[in-house]
């Protein structure tokens, strides 16, 4: 009887260790699971179509290639473009939350709205956003926090000025254009205005609620200032040829934040690649997929810059661009003719 008490008791504490021991292994977590997926659905949502945000599309699709993740082969993509449309990116925010795996937010509108969106566990990918933290999608950039992480390009504001005045040395009041309704636009404008007061000149700062104000706003503003610089905003970046046609009018350069806005008129940048962004965010996705979890996996930064230049623009403003800038930007930049 001894005896069957102790066989009993013996099989139920090797019952017990091997309960303790199944419920305390480490949980696999979700993007773990999703690597091991045959077909993974991956939703990208993008705010609105202009070049800068086209590339950064691009990029991410170059970065999940470099992660192993192809379409057709092991990743379906389904992708949303909300052409600036509140309603439209509130809707297909939702949409993509209910049937995708992992989720890129391109602009910080659409960002936003999958976070919105989404349950807390979806992995959401950032692309290029200018102030995650500042528009509270993570908690801070080396630690986000939850589901969210992601590339950022905060523009090289310093160096942007200091071309604004290697090239237009005699500009003493800059206009600064902004859209209100875009967080990543406003924080890079504001910051820009106070660099410009630290440097002894006049910042003029112009707001505009959405596209259909450029027009009437840009005008006012090109006769009112010496140049104008167009920030990493949506908004602008969508208007920009309005902006660059008043300009033009007015005798007056702009000098854009991004390198595809110097394509669509814009005369000089110092800016870093939109397509290195969307690459950027496209491999943190891979690594996301094969365990990485995105609440200590702290968000990129692009931070390296090029010249762009006009060359159309230069001559049609009979502007002089300094030796260095221009041997520069053949060099490793380019030039737009």
Do not use: C, W
């Amino acid at each position: 009887m001894k005896n069957m008490k102790r066989i009993i008791a013996f099989i139920g504490a090797i019952v017990a260790f091997l309960a303790v021991a199944l419920f305390t292994q480490p949980a696999q977590n979700d993007s773990t699971k999703l690597a091991q997926q045959k077909n993974i659905k991956i939703g990208i949502l993008q705010l609105v179509s202009h070049p800068a945000l086209d590339q950064i599309h691009a990029g991410i699709i170059t970065g999940l290639k470099d992660e192993g993740f192809k379409e057709k082969k092991n990743i379906t993509i389904e992708f949303q473009n909300a052409q600036g449309d509140q309603s439209n990116l509130k809707t297909m925010a939702q949409q993509i939350a209910d049937r995708d795996d992992i989720l890129f937010g391109i602009a910080t509108p659409a960002a936003q709205a999958l976070v919105n969106s989404a349950n807390k566990t979806t992995p959401i990918i950032m692309a290029g956003i200018s102030d995650p933290a500042g528009s509270g999608l993570v908690k801070s950039e080396k630690h986000p926090g939850a589901n969210v992480t992601g590339s950022s390009g905060d523009s090289p504001l310093e160096k942007q000025l200091k071309l604004i005045q290697d090239i237009m040395p005699q500009a003493k009041n800059i206009g600064v254009i902004y859209t209100s309704s875009d967080a990543g636009g406003q924080s890079n404008a504001k910051k820009f205005v106070k660099l410009v007061k630290k440097a002894g000149l006049q910042p003029k700062l112009y707001t505009i609620a959405n596209t259909n104000d450029m027009q009437q706003i840009s005008q006012q503003m090109a006769g009112q200032v010496d140049a104008i610089y167009a920030p990493q905003d949506n908004g602008v970046a969508s208007s920009m040829k309005t902006l660059v046609n008043n300009a033009n009018q007015a005798g007056k350069p702009v000098f854009p934040a991004a390198d595809t806005m110097v394509k669509d008129g814009g005369t000089a940048a110092y800016a870093i690649d939109q397509h290195d962004l969307g690459r950027l965010a496209g491999q943190m996705a891979g690594r996301v997929l094969k365990g990485k979890k995105t609440a200590t996996y702290p968000v990129g930064f692009v931070v390296k810059g090029k010249y762009v230049l006009n060359q159309d623009q230069i001559d049609k403003l009979h502007i002089k661009i300094p030796a260095k800038i221009m041997q520069q930007a053949q060099k490793n930049g380019r030039v737009i003719k």
